[in-house]
């Protein structure tokens, strides 16, 4: 695990030797049997990120650990597919992984997501499009969003 200063904070980054395994802000806890070691997947996953955060790449290429239950694969799996720059709701992920009615598991699954913003969580909206949660809170979800709309040619609408 290894911490980079960001132009949106402190964030920290673990690998497990072959892939990422966390990704997560400095409110968040860092995972507990982590060591302080800079490797050289951590730095490639920093250097990714510091070109997402300004707007240069949309696609991370980099070896993804995550480890969940079933529905939480599911639906880490369903965030992956939601294209740069667009959201969808809770609802729209339970639809799209066929569990219409387990909008609320989706919303667990989500808060449980281990690579923030890699796996973009933050694309995912209230039904009524507003922003809910978000383990680097809700300024940071908008942020996110409007770089992403920004470099993506859409509006701030």
């Keep these: 695990m ?21 990704l997560f802000f400095a409110n968040e806890i860092a995972p507990g049997d982590a060591v302080q070691k800079e490797t050289s997947l951590i730095r490639q996953t920093a250097h990714q990120m510091e070109e997402y955060l300004q707007g240069k790449r949309r696609f991370f290429d980099l070896p ?48 449980r997501n281990p690579i923030s913003i890699i796996v973009p969580c933050h694309r995912v909206i209230g039904a009524n499009g507003k922003l809910v949660g978000y383990g680097g809170g809700l300024e940071l979800k908008q942020h996110l969003l409007n770089l992403e709309r920004v470099h993506a040619g859409q509006s701030f609408a």
Excluded at 70 to 85: C, E, R, S, T
Excluded at 89 to 94: E, G, N, R
């Design 2 to 22: 290894y911490y980079y200063k960001t132009d949106v904070g402190l964030i920290g980054i673990a690998d497990n030797g072959q892939a990422v395994t966390d």
């Design 64 to 111: 993804l650990h995550l480890e969940g239950t079933a529905m939480q694969q599911m639906v880490w799996k369903a965030l992956l597919k939601i294209p740069y720059g667009q959201t969808r709701s809770y609802k729209q992920i339970a639809e799209q992984i066929g569990r219409p009615r387990a909008y609320r598991a989706v919303g667990r699954a989500n808060n």
